[in-house]
């Protein structure tokens, strides 16, 4: 069964970094997302993308994310310049089509920001 | 989008079904109700949806009343493997602008004892 794969699956760096988290999502797919999940909290939703271009985002994606498909299969998330409370898992996710609405996530990366 | 309201925790014996309840009193005409499930930190898992209709395939069955305020996924025989945070997500099928964001809530921890 086809599925969305991130890596790295863990991810260790020093704030004030950048880091790009990478995503793979399944290749018949159109729309792409990302989410993240701080340590015993909710997951949030951050952006959403389609036909090269952000669609939406949240007020947690401010100027410090951005997000960009560089070669028609990955799906990248960017934080210029990490900071602490930017620790969390970060699940991509991608879906066929708008009508159904069934999201597909990956496993997932966990960020750890010293 | 409405607002859903479920239980924190329930747990479920090995074997039998488990009943797990929605409220989404203020749900509209073109919401569908979305059940994901995330088995301890990993990425959210599409389980089922519907209109107002019952739905069942081979995860779950999902019972929506007439009224469409509330609903209740059943897993028919849950298994160890069935332990983990049930999200019910409301959420418009047609987007317009929107391209589906998801917006999770707290859900409800199921725990399958043996």
């Known amino acids: 069964e086809p599925e969305v794969t991130q890596t790295p699956s863990h991810q260790v760096t020093q704030m004030g970094q950048e880091v790009i988290l990478r995503c793979v999502p399944i290749?018949?797919?159109?729309?792409f997302y990302w989410y993240r999940q701080i340590l015993g909290q909710k997951v949030e939703f951050l952006v959403s993308?389609?036909?090269?271009?952000?669609?939406?985002k949240s007020e947690i994606f401010d100027d410090q994310f951005s997000v960009e498909r560089p070669d028609g299969s990955n799906f990248t998330l960017k934080i210029r310049s990490t900071k602490l409370e930017d620790s969390a898992m970060y699940f991509c996710a991608s879906n066929r089509q708008l009508a159904k609405n069934i999201q597909y996530f990956g496993a997932g990366t966990r960020l750890s920001v010293l | 989008d409405a607002k859903t309201t479920q239980p924190p925790s329930m747990d479920c014996a090995e074997g039998r079904a488990a009943n797990l309840p929605c409220n989404h009193s203020?749900?509209?005409?073109?919401?569908?109700v979305y059940w994901y499930r995330q088995i301890h930190s990993q990425g959210p898992q599409y389980i089922i949806h519907g209109l107002k209709n019952n739905e069942t395939n081979e995860m779950a069955s999902l019972i929506i009343t007439e009224d469409r305020k509330s609903s209740t996924l059943i897993l028919p025989h849950a298994t160890l493997r069935d332990t983990a945070v049930y999200y019910c997500?409301?959420?418009?099928?047609?987007?317009?602008?929107?391209?589906?964001?998801?917006?999770f809530g707290k859900g409800t921890k199921l725990s399958v004892k043996p």
């Open positions: 203020t749900i509209s005409g073109n919401e569908y």
């Open positions: 997500i409301v959420r418009v099928a047609n987007y317009g602008g929107s391209q589906g964001n998801l917006i």
């Open positions: 290749s018949n797919h159109l729309y």
């Open positions: 993308f389609y036909n090269n271009e952000i669609s939406e």
